[in-house]
């Protein structure tokens, strides 16, 4: 059952068609999440006795930093998938996640530094979790920039697969830099586990923003793919045939 | 045919390497050359203040390092590629990350130790006290054949481009970064005259990790880049 669900999500064809019928529940659900967790976030959770109101760029910066590493995981997996097994659907998810967490990556930092004006009284300081998330930004933009460089899209996913797989490296370098390192950056609230030192009205806005920011990168990455695919098989039978049809 | 170990396969390509190299004398100056013009250019660009350039001559010392390393790397797969010779070394019945390990040796012994033998001087130009120039040179003994390791990846991963030089550097450095974070450190640290133990088993400990990874990350790679 499950061997065979494996192996018709790797056939292109399949994956369109299915990738096709989630993205319109992951918009859904991503639009439902948001707006909850804005509402949330913005005016039901109580200000920060510290920072007064400016905390609450938390709940974009920190789902945004979260996801900047999650989807690097994620392209390495799938890197190692399709160096391993070779397969197609992979590959692609490899190439489309790329865009997506850089993106990310550059939406944590430009937040960051917003939030870093106002409380640190500097936009940018070279602390290692920030040099490591620039770092993270630099490994997505030269993993885009040797995909684009090499002509054969399949010699270049694998390339590509071997590249995020060496970067990976650098996430728990990231993850834990402020507990390594005692820096301006203030260290992790939330994945204490067990006993998070933030209330529960504070949380529960984050939470429900970080599923939010996963089920967004779900249906952009889906986009992406279905895209990939159809400019990787646009000289196979089914996709002229829809291409034909679409145009009728 | 007579069969050959894989330690006198590995010593072969080495000597080949090494001749190859001996035999265009000028192209082994050249990262030197440039280690040492980059090194200039500092003073000349922040000002000539003596406490300024004291402060940044271990960072600046690294970071040439880094550039002549990086910019020399391309030359390590290219002309075995041109000629051919790097799909025979596939097709060859040893492990191709051992024979990887023997250029990127070979290509370390000709760019790396150049530098190694420049740093103390370029480091009395910069002011960094003579108490800390032998942790200098231990940081690029162990530094610079990460740079090769690390380096030797991005090199299989481009050499197939016709315009790899740019995309190289855009790989490479991020993942340089670690090895300039900590070789700085130390040296900063020895300056003060603190214990540098810790910085330096963590650049041993990165050079161990890119001695076996690294040569495995490279010879897939260039599979992939033949194919």
Redesign the interface.
Known sequence: MIVRFFHQMGSPRYFYGVAGKMIPWFMVGFLVTLLLGIYYGLFVAPADYQQGESYRIMYIHVPAAWMSMFIYVVMAVSGLIS?VWRIKMTEVMVISSATVGASFTFLALATGSLWGKPMWGTWWVWDARL?AEL?LL??Y??II??HS??EDKR?AA??VS??A???V??IP?IHYSVEWWNTLHQPASVTKLGKPSMDMSMLAPLLIMAISFKLYYGAVVLMRARAEIVERERNSRWVMEMVEQEAK | MSTLSLTSAFTLLLKRDLVLAYRRRAEMVNPMLFFVLVTAMFPLGIGNDPKLIEAVGPGVVWVAALLAALLSLDSMFRSDFDDGSLEQFMLSAHPVSILVLAKVLAHWLVTGLPLFVVAPLLAVLLNVPSSAIPTLMLTLVLGTPVLSL?GS?GVA??V??R??GV?LS??V???Y??VLIFATDAVKTAIVGIPTTAQLSILSAMLVGSLVLAPM?TA??LR??L?
């Open positions: 160096l040099t770092l630099f490994l933009l030269g920039a040797l460089a090499i010699v694998r390339a071997i590249l797989l060496v970067g490296v650098n370098i | 690390i990846v991963l481009t197939g481009l315009r790899g995309i855009l790989l450095l991020p993942l970064v670690p990350a897939a790679s992939i880049s194919s």
